[in-house]
């Protein structure tokens, strides 16, 4: 393991972005005070997470595959009916759910979840539903995409969910399910990032598509993709928990190879090394990686007035790291900006309709946060 791989220095050349706009593990430091004052809503059983409705209640999904709405006002809790069975083993879960950009007249809701298939495989799925938030019942569930099958191990799904800013097409990431070498097979959808029409069918003009590959894949050469989100300009940012240590933040373009699992800025488990990115070597590089891990969570874009500083940021939480991160955008730049220590593993953060800044913790009795500017 070479002294970047130990959390000390980072040397590759920068004709790659593995290092400096990458930061370097050892570049930011926990900052010794909050600049937000932190508020409890509720708690939850492993919450997932979570989605603002227009009336302001909150869908929050549940490992165990329950979804609750909740008046964040009273603090009351209703569980919705309706989802599909949802195998839990493992990093399995009711996971993503998002409100379709036609909401307002449809209520129409789009997830993801982890299903099980035959025998002891499992794959993720993407699903719609119409919500009655008045029962609360989900009606006309329909699985509109599952990914391969291939595995049967418990984890990287993925799942997550975001629509293009014209809302014509969905974006869906495909986790490789610990399998690793589908994530280089152009056959498969695992480890991918998959470009869809908003029924779930692959998306005319997805750029590998004539090399072969299947019709659904927009990008490749992933592990375990757990946050995708759009910025204001359109620029599609993902969010990828590495092996041991090497989590990363990738700018996604069409149609390239982002490496896994010939290439990573950290190791496998049992200690074998993987070779880091290099100038040159085919693949794309993580715009931000972290060294030692953090174990990312979730990630949302940030572009709103009430924290007018952090605006064109994107935040992550981190499972191991027990913290929030923020990442700071600069076109196709991106840098570390801030590292709080949050004392709790962080499972989801979103971005609320006044702009606060809401988090999910991890596990059982789980809180519910709201980040507000600080007095």
């Known amino acids: 393991m070479n002294a970047r791989k130990l959390g000390l220095s980072c040397t590759i050349s920068l004709a790659v972005a593995a290092c400096g706009s990458a930061s370097a593990p050892d570049e930011v430091q926990a900052a010794s005070g909050m600049p937000f004052q932190t508020t409890e809503v509720a708690r939850f059983a492993s919450p997932w997470a979570l989605e603002f409705l227009p009336d302001g209640h909150i869908l929050v999904t549940e490992k165990e595959g329950a979804l609750i709405l909740l008046d964040p006002q009273s603090g009351e809790k209703q569980t919705v009916s309706g989802t599909p069975r949802v195998k839990s083993e493992g990093q399995g879960a009711l996971m993503d759910v998002r409100l379709a950009p036609d909401y307002a007249t449809s209520n129409k809701l789009y997830f993801s979840f982890s299903e099980a298939r035959e025998g ?90 004539e090399k072969g590959f299947d019709p659904a894949v927009w990008s490749y050469g992933h592990r375990n993709l757990l946050g995708i989100a759009f910025d204001s ?74 924290f007018p500083q952090w605006k064109n940021s994107l935040f992550i939480t981190g499972l191991s790291g027990k913290s929030l991160d ?49 007095e």
Request: avoid cysteine; aromatic fraction near 8%; hydrophobic fraction near 35%.
């Open 326 to 374: 923020r990442i700071a955008l600069d076109g196709e730049s991106a840098t570390k900006a801030d590292h709080w220590d949050m004392g709790a593993r962080i499972r989801a953060v979103r971005t609320g309709p006044d702009g606060a800044l809401w988090l999910l913790e991890d596990g059982e009795n789980a809180r519910l946060l709201k980040l507000t500017p600080g």
């Open 120 to 209: 002891a495989r499992s794959s993720v799925a993407l699903a719609t539903a119409t919500l009655d938030p008045n029962a609360p019942a989900l009606n006309d569930v329909q699985v509109i995409f599952r990914g391969d099958d291939q595995s049967d191990k418990g984890g990287h799904y993925s799942g997550r969910i975001a629509f293009s800013p014209d809302n014509e097409h969905l974006f869906f990431t495909s986790g490789d399910r610990q399998l690793m070498t589908p994530a280089q097979d152009p056959k498969s959808t695992l480890g991918k990032v998959l470009r869809l029409n908003l029924d779930g069918t692959p998306a005319a003009g997805n750029p590998l598509a």
């Open 233 to 306: 300009d359109g620029r599609l940012w993902e969010m990828e928990m590495g092996p041991r240590h090497g989590d990363e933040i990738n700018l996604i373009k069409p149609g390239l190879n982002y490496g896994w699992p010939n290439v990573s800025m950290g190791d496998h488990y049992d200690g074998k090394p993987i070779p880091d990115h290099a100038p040159g070597d085919g693949y794309e590089a993580p715009k931000v990686y972290w060294v030692p891990a953090i174990s990312p969570g979730g990630m949302d874009y940030y572009n709103a007035d009430l």
